[in-house]
């Protein structure tokens, strides 16, 4: 009998397309709250990913807290083949690899909107993450 259902509601194209939309949207708002946002509200303004530290003060006040962190942002790797100069086979060529990662700092604000925590993670001056965190007491 429970099988049966299932066929109807196939066959039903209005009932298909709510279980369809009920499952997306459900599928949407799990990874929204696992993930990182790409905006908030604060103080009835909106801050968004991009929006320079200024912007992100004007809008929010200042925040409950900063903190500064150290981040590797880049690693390149280079890779030179130096030929010995003599007519050799090729394993006696010489390989030099160059690694080079380029650091930058990192500035966390912290901020209580609406009884949640929301940390601000600027870099190079504009706001590049806003994560979740726990309730605030």
Known sequence: MHQMNIIAVLRDKKRLAVVFVFLVG???LASAAAGDLMSTIC?????SVGDRKGV??????P?????QDAVSTRTSQTTRMK????????NNKTVTT???TIKGRAETWTYNIDGSYR???FKEGRLATIE???LAH
Not at 56 to 61: D, E, F, M, P, Q
């Open 63 to 67: 925040p409950l807290s900063k903190s």
């Open 56 to 61: 992100v003060l004007t809008k929010c006040g």
């Open 26 to 28: 459900g599928c949407l």
């Open 43 to 47: 103080k009835n303004e909106v801050v």
């Open 119 to 121: 940390f601000f993670i």
């Open 132 to 134: 979740t965190g726990g």
């Open 98 to 100: 160059r690694t080079k």
């Open 83 to 90: 030929k010995s100069g003599k007519k050799q086979a090729d």
